[in-house]
């Protein structure tokens, strides 16, 4: 067999690895959250830098990190780490508490959250302060990143050894920001329709669990690389406030909740028989995913070349 230059050996081993990892590991399923990435980096703007444009397959491969992360042998990064996976819209208080310490403060004092009664951060999720989290972080990267010098071999190996860390925290946010596009990864309906909520309908609740369904088999059966990309526009939008962006993101994806469990009423995802109708509206949603996150690092990026903001540090009580 012939020898591979070493970045497509690179490239081949992450496909392989991909390929081989459990699908119950993923949100959207592996090839989901693939064709994101890929539909978001093909509508980056020429403006952003080269190393982060050309990083493709790096991104692709890392946009799926933080579910490598959820395994047996890693319970304390799981509970830290797991809960930006999902978030339940319909139990948050709005507008969303400034940082994640206060919204877990005001769930205890509102009486939504007791851990004497078992409860756990889980049982809400806090994917918007996930994406608030590693944005600032990217910012800061990117911001590094350009005032770094190249004019010595030192400096130039460590200003690429940066670019790595960044491509690393852009692909992690890129996963909370994904999820967040898929409706019941935004709703308390996450396993199965809640049974603290009425069911006059009659959907499918946890003992017939539709998440697995239809993030994972429906998706891969069903949707190609194609479907996703024509749908993400090429101008990238300038967002605000990164959580009342992450808030309004969210709120719009929750909109989409009962859709998922009407058809899953009608016939089960996963069961190849699911409507036609049903594979635009899942298009649509990974599409608001590679779009939400093109603009969440183009922004970072913009953000970064603008002056830092005044740090205002508490003093200790």
Same mark, same amino acid.
């Given at each position: 067999?012939?020898?591979?230059?070493?970045?497509?050996?690179?490239?081949?081993?992450?496909? *392989?690895?991909?390929?081989?990892?459990?699908?119950?590991?993923?949100?959207?399923?592996?090839?989901?959250?693939?064709?994101?990435?890929? %539909?978001?980096?093909?509508?980056?703007?020429?403006?952003?830098?080269?190393?982060?444009?050309?990083?493709?397959?790096?991104?692709?491969?890392?946009?799926?990190?933080?579910?490598?992360? !959820?395994?047996?042998?890693?319970?304390?990064?799981?509970?830290?780490?797991?809960?930006?996976?999902?978030?339940?819209?319909?139990? %948050?208080?709005?507008?969303?508490?400034?940082?994640?310490?206060?919204?877990?403060?005001?769930?205890?004092?509102?009486?939504?959250?007791?851990?004497?009664?078992?409860?756990? *951060?889980?049982?809400?999720?806090?994917?918007?302060?996930?994406?608030?989290?590693?944005?600032?972080?990217?910012?800061?990267?990117?911001?590094?990143? !350009?005032?770094?010098?190249?004019?010595?071999?030192?400096?130039?190996?460590?200003?690429?050894?940066?670019?790595?860390?960044?491509?690393?925290?852009?692909?992690?946010?890129?996963?909370?920001?994904?999820?967040?596009?898929?409706?019941?990864?935004?709703?308390?309906?996450?396993?199965?329709?809640?049974?603290?909520?009425?069911?006059?309908?009659?959907?499918?609740?946890?003992?017939?669990?539709?998440?697995?369904?239809?993030?994972?088999?429906?998706?891969? !059966?069903?949707?190609?690389?194609?479907?996703?990309?024509?749908?993400?526009?090429?101008?990238? !939008?300038?967002?605000?406030?990164?959580?009342?962006?992450?808030?309004?993101?969210?709120?719009?994806?929750?909109?989409?909740?009962?859709?998922?469990?009407?058809?899953?009423?009608? *016939?089960?995802?996963?069961?190849?028989?699911?409507?036609?109708?049903?594979?635009?509206?899942?298009?649509?949603?990974?599409?608001?995913?590679?779009?939400? *996150?093109?603009?969440?690092?183009?922004? %970072?990026?913009?953000?970064?070349?603008?002056?830092?903001?005044?740090?205002?540090?508490?003093?200790?009580?």
């Amino acid at each position: 067999m012939p020898h591979l230059p070493r970045l497509s050996l690179i490239i081949s081993l992450a496909a *392989v690895c991909s390929a081989l990892a459990p699908a119950s590991l993923h949100a959207w399923g592996g090839k989901g959250h693939d064709m994101q990435a890929r %539909a978001a980096m093909g509508v980056l703007p020429d403006d952003m830098p080269a190393f982060f444009r050309g990083a493709t397959e790096e991104i692709a491969f890392l946009i799926s990190e933080p579910d490598r992360w !959820r395994t047996a042998e890693q319970p304390a990064l799981n509970e830290t780490t797991g809960v930006n996976h999902t978030f339940k819209w319909e139990l %948050a208080p709005k507008p969303l508490p400034a940082n994640r310490h206060l919204f877990i403060v005001e769930l205890v004092t509102k009486m939504k959250f007791d851990p004497s009664q078992g409860a756990t *951060v889980r049982d809400f999720g806090t994917a918007p302060y996930g994406i608030q989290e590693w944005a600032e972080m990217l910012t800061g990267a990117f911001r590094r990143w !350009r005032a770094m010098k190249e004019t010595t071999p030192q400096e130039i190996a460590i200003k690429r050894m940066h670019e790595h860390s960044i491509l690393f925290m852009a692909g992690v946010l890129g996963h909370w920001v994904t999820d967040m596009s898929q409706p019941i990864h935004a709703s308390i309906h996450v396993h199965g329709w809640h049974p603290s909520v009425p069911n006059p309908q009659g959907y499918t609740g946890p003992d017939n669990d539709p998440h697995g369904r239809y993030e994972g088999k429906y998706v891969d !059966r069903v949707i190609a690389p194609q479907d996703v990309a024509a749908l993400v526009d090429r101008k990238p !939008r300038l967002i605000g406030d990164w959580l009342r962006e992450a808030e309004t993101y969210i709120a719009a994806t929750n909109s989409h909740v009962e859709q998922v469990y009407i058809w899953d009423k009608q *016939v089960l995802f996963g069961s190849g028989k699911e409507p036609a109708e049903a594979k635009p509206f899942t298009a649509a949603r990974l599409a608001d995913g590679a779009r939400m *996150v093109r603009d969440v690092w183009y922004t %970072a990026w913009m953000r970064s070349g603008t002056p830092v903001p005044t740090f205002e540090r508490r003093a200790a009580p």
